[in-house]
């Protein structure tokens, strides 16, 4: 039997199990991993959960526009069309979320607070279909 490599909690090993070995490991697993195993012999593999954020929650107009890959001009009339909400740091200094970017680029309606720090709201367009 060749060598097999098996991934256990980021770290690999070198494992030689038999087929035995392997089918008394399946038995004694824990619900848990017997319910792992089903979804993957199901084809349903359970997402990995998204990497953290790196880099600034809040960029400049010009790291914005990189990060869409877009100019500065078109990164403002974005802005401006109120497809993206700026942050005002300081008297006439702006930033934009990273995160709205993200959602922006996504395709998904950015959130924001009602500015009462309640519970996040919708801003995608809501009109009707009759009103378009």
């Known amino acids: 039997m060749k060598d097999q490599r098996t991934e256990v909690r980021g770290q690999?090993?070198?494992?030689?199990?038999?087929?035995?070995?392997?089918?008394?490991?399946?038995?004694?697993?824990?619900?848990?991993?017997q319910a792992a195993i089903d979804r993957i012999l199901?084809?349903?593999?359970?997402?990995e959960p998204p990497a953290p954020?790196?880099?600034?929650?809040?960029?400049?107009?010009?790291?914005?526009?990189?990060?869409?890959?877009?100019s500065r001009a078109?990164?403002?009339?974005i802005i401006?069309?109120?497809?993206l909400s700026k942050v005002e740091v300081l008297p006439g200094?702006?930033?934009?979320?990273?995160?709205?970017?993200?959602?922006?680029?996504?395709?998904?309606?950015?959130?924001?607070?009602d500015g009462h720090g309640s519970a996040p709201r919708n801003t995608r367009n809501t009109q009707t279909e009759e009103a378009r």
């Open 12 to 33: 690999r090993s070198e494992s030689r199990l038999s087929t035995d070995e392997r089918l008394l490991k399946l038995l004694q697993a824990t619900p848990e991993q």
């Open 74 to 77: 078109t990164f403002w009339r």
């Open 93 to 113: 200094s702006f930033r934009v979320r990273r995160a709205d970017i993200e959602l922006f680029a996504e395709g998904r309606p950015r959130m924001e607070t």
């Open 80 to 83: 401006n069309a109120g497809k």
């Open 42 to 47: 199901e084809g349903r593999l359970a997402p």
């Open 53 to 70: 954020p790196t880099g600034p929650l809040l960029l400049g107009m010009g790291a914005g526009a990189k990060l869409l890959g877009v």
